[in-house]
């Protein structure tokens, strides 16, 4: 423009593709981002999940055994006397790792 202000065409379409790049940049984020654990608070679910896991591991501490199950995107927790985690441990068929 002759009085010295620039005009720029392409705005509203720069606006518009760069919010475009910003929600598929947020997408791929989500998906690659790793999970939080999950605590399972049932044996029954516990066991329905170690159907379809790699692995299982095993944490024990004082008074409490923790075992963790590894699926290809997520991670399952439960905590349960040790008692019970053997009990869990004999019908997984999962490899048991002791940690």
Do not use: W
């Amino acid at each position: 423009m002759r009085d010295g202000t620039t005009r720029n065409c392409y705005c509203s379409f720069a606006n518009i593709s760069f919010r475009f790049i910003l929600a598929r940049l947020s997408y791929a984020a989500k998906r690659l981002t790793p999970h939080m654990p999950t605590e399972v608070a049932d044996t029954e679910e516990f066991l329905k999940v170690s159907e379809r896991v790699t692995e299982c591991r095993v944490k024990r501490l004082k008074d409490i055994v923790r075992l963790k199950l590894r699926t290809p995107r997520q991670l399952y927790t439960i905590r349960v006397d040790p008692e019970k985690a053997a009990e869990l441990l004999k019908q997984i068929r999962c490899e048991v790792i002791e940690a």
